[in-house]
């Protein structure tokens, strides 16, 4: 093998936002993995946190958020190639000359096209560019993919579409002077996309096609040997190697198991106690599926069910519940309006409602998240006054619509994640929580995006993360489930044959992260906390569950006569 051949691949994907580049590039990253190819993704500037790209990122899109009222966008675009140069230096490189192909979502073209749009000098975007290329060294991209769609989404400065794809394309009309660029158009589905970005690929590297051949030899073997119900959850899945488990990691495991144990002993209707286990017991824990918690299960029944399923109606509900998030803020509204609903809506009338609950010392957001106040933008003083113009901008621009019609779950998120305060965690909340309806079908498995409280669960479970992302993480954790909990001996009973989803194994982590303050507590993550704070209440009131139909599970449920669970 030659030198060349011993060194990682470099794909990247660029384009202007919203035309699905970040999720054909995950895609491709998994198929790549699943294919036997050592491959890792990654995004510019970057947003892992404890990372300068995250630092930059939050800079970008919050400035507020970290003390800055404005950022001139001269300034702005240097620290984005800042950025870029630490994740070179610190992460990309290493793996490329360790063999590992990388797939990267954006490349310093963004910081020339954007740049240019907002008026950077051209001069400055030169002597940038060329300050990151020196960090590349020899190293280009093997190939550029640049994807289009018909139609993107505006950036929050308001430019449009097709002024961005023109830079885009002027760019890439240079660029294939020194690189190879290819159009990759995302129209239709995200299949035929992929298809043809993976045709590409297998020309770039002349042992890919003996490498992935000889991976599915060895998939193909593998699944011979496994038993009909076990095939179709092996395909695709990856090892833990090289991440480093702890003890924790098997605790994960069995805080899960015992927590849906939980679940099913209360709804079943068994008396108390409904575990041994003392931790369990004491202290308040959400259920291993998300869907399943209280507050969950009153948005999908008795919000987004419960009125008209129109799309606009039926998102305006649901981000209204959510960005309070608390069910007495709800019941406060519809005691006082009656049906809450979009057609009828009025900002004075549901201000004067919050406004005088606030007055009497009534709590109107819930603990659970920390709703980011937007007042930068629309000039209240009270944090409601300003959720519910940002829900008015969103109705305004179409957005309910524009989520209707995205082809994927990423493209929604994007879509959410455009608007002021609006960061990646709520973004991914948010189209969760519109996933539960009809007016999007995108699956739990596309993607995920770790909250804090993952992050440090997912630290007390790994020593070293061998490299991968903590979304990486996430996603093997789920696609390996069955192979853990057999392996340690342990009957996990799902819910009613669905599995868990990325969703629920990212909140895991957050659980398993606060579980292990008292059953490991000389395990540390990126926190410092030492003391589990919610005890355990039961409420009176019963939970009758149900599931978004498009599941197909309530049918196979029980009657249900359950508390609290």
């Not at 957005?399 to 959410?416: C, S, V």
């Not at 020593?463 to 996603?475: K, Q």
Request: aromatic fraction near 12%.
């Amino acid at each position: 093998m030659t030198e060349q051949e011993a060194l990682g691949r470099l794909i990247v994907f660029e384009g202007p936002d919203g035309v699905g580049k970040s999720t054909l590039a995950q895609q491709l990253t998994n198929r790549l993995g699943e294919a036997g190819v050592p491959c890792r993704y990654w995004a510019f500037p970057g947003r892992q946190y404890g990372s300068l790209g995250r630092l930059v990122y939050d800079l970008h899109h919050d400035p507020p958020s970290l003390g800055l009222s404005k950022v001139n966008e001269t300034s702005l675009q240097v620290l984005h190639i800042a950025a870029h140069v630490d994740a070179v230096e610190r992460e990309i490189l290493p793996a490329l000359h360790a063999g590992t192909w990388v797939v990267l979502d954006r490349f310093w073209w963004s910081t020339w096209v954007y740049g240019a749009a907002y008026g950077v000098p051209e001069q400055s975007l030169q002597a940038m560019i060329h300050l990151e290329e020196l960090h590349w060294g020899s190293f280009k991209p093997d190939v550029v993919f640049l994807v289009e769609r018909e139609h993107g989404i505006p950036d929050d400065g308001g430019k449009q579409h097709s002024q961005i794809l023109d830079g885009y394309r002027q760019l890439a009309s240079r660029e294939r002077l020194r690189s190879r660029v290819e159009t990759l158009r995302n129209d239709s589905s995200v299949e035929d996309a992929l298809d043809a970005a993976w045709k590409t690929i297998a020309t770039v590297d002349q042992g890919f096609r003996q490498k992935t051949a000889v991976a599915a030899d060895a998939e193909e073997a593998l699944q011979a040997e496994l038993p009909d119900d076990k095939r179709r959850w092996s395909r695709g899945v990856s090892h833990l190697s090289p991440a480093k488990p702890t003890a924790v990691y098997d605790t994960y495991w069995r805080f899960a198991a015992e927590r849906q144990e939980v679940f099913f002993r209360r709804l079943d209707g068994s008396p108390p106690p409904w575990t041994n286990d003392s931790i369990l017991a004491r202290f308040k824990f959400t259920n291993a599926y998300r869907a399943s918690d209280r507050v969950s299960q009153y948005l999908i029944r008795d919000v987004i069910y419960a009125g008209a399923q129109g799309v606009e109606e039926v998102f305006f509900r649901t981000l209204l519940f959510k960005m309070f998030n608390r069910i007495e803020t709800w019941e406060l509204l519809t005691a006082a309006l009656g049906e809450v609903e979009y057609s009828s809506y009025s900002f004075g009338a549901y201000d004067k409602v919050l406004s005088n609950a606030l007055t009497n010392g009534r709590t109107i957001y819930s603990a659970a998240y920390i709703m980011p106040s937007v007042g930068r933008v629309f000039g209240y003083s009270r944090k409601h006054r300003n959720h519910l113009k940002l829900l008015e901008r969103m109705m305004e621009d179409g957005l309910p619509h524009r989520i209707a019609k995205a082809l994927t779950m990423r493209d929604a998120f994007e879509m959410l994640r455009s608007y002021p305060s609006i960061g990646d965690f709520l973004a991914y909340q948010f189209v969760t929580d519109l996933n539960y309806s009809e007016i999007t079908d995108f699956s739990e498995m596309e993607f995920v995006v770790p909250g804090p409280g993952a992050l440090d669960g997912i630290r007390k479970c790994f020593a070293d993360l061998g490299g991968l992302t903590e979304a990486d993480i996430i996603r093997v954790v789920t696609e390996r489930q069955e192979e853990e909990f057999e392996r340690l001996g342990l009957r996990f009973r799902d819910l009613w044959g669905r599995r868990l989803q990325l969703i629920d194994c990212q909140n895991l982590f957050c659980e398993v992260s606060k579980y292990a303050r008292v059953k490991h507590p000389a395990s540390r993550g990126v926190g410092n906390r030492s003391r589990i704070k919610q005890i355990y209440r039961p409420t009176a009131e019963p939970v009758e569950y149900w599931y978004p139909p498009k599941w197909g599970i309530n049918s196979l449920m029980p009657s249900q006569g359950a508390t609290d669970v």
